[in-house]
């Protein structure tokens, strides 16, 4: 059975240091790309699906396929749900199988993003689910995808309030606002490497980076060289596959709809699998 939780991946990772790579899934061909790059590369992989994209899914039949297909494998997988926004939506994401959720109330006051996580975590404890939460706040989204997004440094992780806030809720992970942002950047993304570090130093659980699209090689070597361990990775290999698309059907060849699907899906795979490369999942 290969379905585990955040625990089991990034425990490794941390002594390691290397970073586990969390790639979205809006559909079953994405879904399967992610999948099938974990067991050719033979490495964890984190499968997550987005509160953002429930509306393009058959959510009740989706995610206990997942977890069936998964059961399957020789590779740890974990299925995450992605930015929870809700309680509600928690509790759905339990009963439908994910083995780790995120509840991102990283947009509530301090005080309540507390109150919300603790009970969070205390029912995911009940299913062995692990939970991901986030202090600061990671700004921007995929509806910008023309203009992209800048950083707001004044919604940059406190070091001190961090170590509180795992204290306090218990979290198994957390999201950390440190100069990424989610979608495309405008202008070049800088990340606070010096506060990550500082972070790291108070915070005993794994911190993860969302926003990975954008970055360069040698910004993910070093957010992991300081303490990352989990890379939130979704809006680059989508553009990819896309412009792959876009580059197919203007050669004008004849080709049909399952065919062009392939065409993305191997794309993704693509992307997916340079990105695993970077981060260096799985060394020994
Ligand atoms: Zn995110």
Do not use: W
């Amino acid at each position: 059975m290969a379905i585990v939780s955040l625990r089991e991946v990034l425990q490794d990772a941390m002594v390691k240091r290397y970073a586990v790579g969390s790639f979205n899934a809006a559909d079953h061909s994405m879904a399967e790309a992610i999948l099938e790059v974990s067991e050719e590369r033979n490495v964890p992989v984190i499968l997550s699906v987005a509160e953002v994209h429930f509306r393009y899914l058959n959510l009740e039949r989706f995610i206990p396929y997942l977890r069936q297909r998964i059961e399957t494998m020789a590779t740890p997988v974990v299925l995450h749900l992605d930015h929870g926004l809700s309680l509600d939506t928690i509790v759905q994401g339990l009963d439908l199988g994910f083995s780790s959720v995120m509840i991102d109330a990283s947009s509530l006051p301090y005080e309540e993003n507390v109150a919300l996580t603790s009970k969070v975590v205390e029912l995911a404890r009940g299913f062995g689910a692990s939970v991901e939460a986030e202090l600061g706040h990671v700004g921007g989204g995929e509806g910008n995808l023309t203009d992209g997004t800048e950083a707001d440094p004044s919604m940059f992780t406190d070091p001190k309030q961090a170590a509180a806030f795992v204290r306090a809720t218990g979290v198994d992970a957390l999201a950390v606002a440190i100069g990424t942002v989610h979608g495309p950047y405008k202008g070049e993304p800088q990340l606070d490497l010096d506060l990550l570090k500082e972070i790291c130093s108070l915070v005993d659980v794994p911190l993860v980076l969302h926003g990975g699209s954008g970055l360069s090689r040698g910004h993910f070597q070093s957010a992991i060289a300081n303490g990352i361990t989990k890379i939130n990775y979704f809006t680059e290999g989508s553009l990819a596959a896309v412009e792959e698309v876009r580059r197919v059907l203007a050669t004008g060849t004849p080709i049909g709809y399952p065919d062009l699907i392939g065409v993305a899906k191997r794309r993704v795979k693509e992307i997916i699998s340079e990105q695993i490369e970077i981060f260096g999942t799985g060394k020994p």
